[in-house]
């Protein structure tokens, strides 16, 4: 019951608590600046036209109209019953981009809207 009462305020009364000391007003976060911040937002177009140009890169590859590295080795003479396997290191790297890129383009949108 006391806490309810500790909060009503009778008329007259200061809005603080003489006992103790007043509180500084709040400062503005470091690197703030009044306006559109324009140079926030276009580092922002930027990251996303680059998540995007990675996403076109990617799927490009995927599609096949972009090369995927080095041409395949020749094959083994005819006497060679086992094939020695190709690693290529685009199946590795696609998925790695591809994700990356929608992660810039995440990065931009946030910076484009909220710098």
Excluded at 2 to 9: C, P, Q, T
Excluded at 61 to 84: D, E, F, M, R
Aim: cysteine-free.
């Amino acid at each position: 019951m006391a806490s309810r009462l500790s909060s009503v305020r009778f008329p007259g009364e200061p809005e603080y608590r003489s006992d103790l000391p007043p509180l500084e007003r709040e400062r503005k976060p470091v690197g703030y600046r009044a306006g559109w911040q324009l140079e926030e937002r276009l580092q922002g177009v930027g990251v996303v036209v680059l998540g995007l140009v990675g996403l076109l890169v990617v799927y490009g590859i995927y599609t096949g109209a972009l090369p995927s590295g080095l041409p395949p080795p020749p094959p083994p003479p005819k006497g060679v019953l086992i094939q020695v396997p190709v690693v290529n290191p685009a199946a590795f790297f696609l998925p790695v981009i591809a994700v990356v890129s929608v992660l810039l383009i995440a990065v931009g949108f946030k910076r484009v809207f909220d710098p």
